[in-house]
Structure formats: C-alpha cells, structure tokens
Nanobody, 119 residues
Framework: QVQLVESGPGLVQPSQTLFLSCSVS??????????WNWIRQPPGKGLEWLAA???????FANPSLKSRTSISRDTTKNQITLQLNSVNPEDAGVYYC???????????WGQGTQVAVSS
C-alpha cells in the first residue's frame, strides 16, 4: 500500500519561499510509469494542479505558476519537494501530494498539509 505524507511549515509570510515535502512509502518514486504531483486547493475553490515529476525525473509545471514553482525529488529518501517562491495570500490552502498512474487517475493522495500566508 502506497502512502504519501506531506509536511510543511503551516504558516509562511508573504514574499517568502514555501517548501513542502512529500514522503512516500510502500513504493519507489522511481518506479516506471508514475508521476508524482503537487495539487492544491485554496479555501472555497477547486483543485489546482501545480507540478509533477516523473519516475525518470522529467518535470512538468503549471504554466501559470511555472516562474514561481520548482519540484524536485530525493530518491535516497523517496521524497518529493515543492518550492513556491514569493508567496502571497492567494497561495494559501491545502496542498496535496499525489501519485498519477495514467488515464486521468491520481490513485494515491496524501492527507494534505494546510498552508496559511500571513505576516
């Protein structure tokens, strides 16, 4: 059973950089044909896909956030990391780590980590 656990600071100040980690267990992030994603949900809004990193390390990012977003991985720790620069109040919400297995299916989700942006 694959498990994803997100972690982050909870609160970040405007203009600062947000770092979130996703620890994966029960499967390797280098296993072929999977993509590991960050998705967020602002309060009262729908889900927004942010970025993905594939099993071979290929990176994809939401064009609307590409200039502020970076996704990376640590294969020794089996972790995925999201970096979001210059955060603003609109970046607040719940951030999820997911595994995409194809056919428009995110088959595993973390429990989400809440991010607030405030000074």
């Amino acid at each position: 059973q694959v498990q994803l656990v997100e972690s982050g600071p909870g609160l970040v100040q405007p203009s600062q950089t947000l770092f979130l980690s996703c620890s994966v267990s029960g499967g390797s992030i280098t296993t072929n044909n999977y993509f590991w994603n960050w998705i967020r949900q602002p309060p009262g809004k729908g889900l927004e896909w942010l970025a993905a990193i594939g099993s071979s390390g290929g990176i994809f990012a939401n064009p609307s956030l590409k200039s502020r977003t970076s996704i990376s991985r640590d294969t020794t720790k089996n972790q995925i990391t999201l970096q979001l620069n210059s955060v603003n109040p609109e970046d607040a919400g719940v951030y999820y780590c997911t595994r995409y297995s194809g056919w428009f299916t995110h088959d595993y989700w973390g429990q989400g980590t809440q991010v607030a942006v405030s000074s």
